[in-house]
């Protein structure tokens, strides 16, 4: 039997991180670099190469052909998977950029959130469930859906934006002049505005809730609130099956896994008593990479 091999990148707007991994997601060998992005600038000639060298390390140190290459990245994947169609302010550069075009091979292209999603529904949280929701909780707010196994990227791949819902009164608007937006009310970004400038970070805000602070306590189950009922509305159109929750304030653990259980007891509805189970994900700084890679090898196999 001739084994597959597969690269996955993953192009964050702080790191660029690569693996070999054959079709079971077991990561055999990795790389990660810089990105050296600077918001607001083209610095693309920068971080394409960094990219291509990555690709280049890992295919020699593999002895066997390699079968697929799948990239990860911030934005809005087009419709055939081959690059992003839509990206803010981060990676300037990468809207149009058709990856395969550039490194002269098959390349497929996917949302970050949506690539952890297949990473975690074949080899983390979610093996055993074919219809997952996944939030990411970072600096912004991402997200994906699976359909009966299948990753649902919706017209133009916007599918699973979770961060662009509207879910208070405030009539603030997000990126993408969502109001009340599910991303303002608990992503990293807002922290400062959200704490009336007395926090810089959610660890900060963590901590402060996790040493009984009295305003740092509001600040935070403000925030769990907030996503409890963005929850519990994603429950009641989607109905999961399984509820991932991943990105970095996830690592808040039971800071957040408690106090959001106790909103959820009381804001969602179960038939028969059915509660729709919620898990942290189980694959961290290389979730984005595997899972580019094992949507590649999928998107080759159903061609």
């Given amino acids: 039997m001739i084994n597959k091999y597969l690269i996955g990148v993953d192009l964050g707007g702080t790191q660029i991180k690569a693996v070999l991994t054959d079709p079971t997601g077991i990561v055999i060998e990795e790389r990660a ?176 809730y996790e040493q009984g602070d009295t305003f740092g306590t509001w600040v935070w189950l403000n925030s769990v609130q907030v996503l409890a009922r963005g929850i519990v509305s994603l429950i009641n159109v989607i109905s999961p099956e399984v509820i991932i929750l991943g990105g970095g304030i996830s690592k808040a653990g039971a800071s957040l896994m408690n106090p959001l259980k106790d909103f959820l007891n009381i804001y969602e509805w179960r038939p028969n008593n059915f509660e729709t189970p919620i898990r942290f994900a189980r694959l961290s700084n290389n979730a984005g990479a595997i899972g580019a890679a094992l949507y590649a090898l999928e998107k080759l196999e159903n061609k």
């Avoid at 990206?87 to 990468?94: A, D, F, Q």
């Avoid at 075009?101 to 074949?122: C, F, P, Q």
Wanted: aromatic content about 4%.
């Fill in 33 to 208: 670099t810089d990105t050296h992005d600077i918001v607001g600038k083209d610095n693309s000639a920068v971080w394409k190469p960094a990219v291509k060298r990555l690709i280049k390390e890992l295919e020699d140190s593999c002895s066997s052909k390699i079968e697929g290459i799948g990239i990860s990245s911030p934005g809005t994947a087009n419709q055939t998977n081959t690059g992003i169609l839509s990206n803010g302010t981060k990676l300037l550069g990468i809207e149009g950029l058709i990856w395969g075009d550039y490194l002269g091979r098959k390349v497929t292209v996917l949302n970050d959130a949506h690539a952890a999603l297949i990473a975690e529904s074949s080899v983390g949280a979610g093996i055993e469930f074919k219809n997952i929701l996944m939030i990411t909780l970072g600096t912004g707010i991402g997200g994906g859906i699976m359909i009966d196994g299948k990753l649902y990227q919706g017209q133009v791949g916007r599918a699973g934006h979770i961060g662009h819902l509207s879910v208070t009164k405030d009539v603030q608007a997000g990126i993408v002049n969502t109001p009340g937006s599910f991303e303002n009310q608990i992503g990293e970004t807002t922290v400062r505005q959200r704490s009336y400038g007395r926090f810089a970070t959610t660890k900060d805000v963590v901590n402060a």
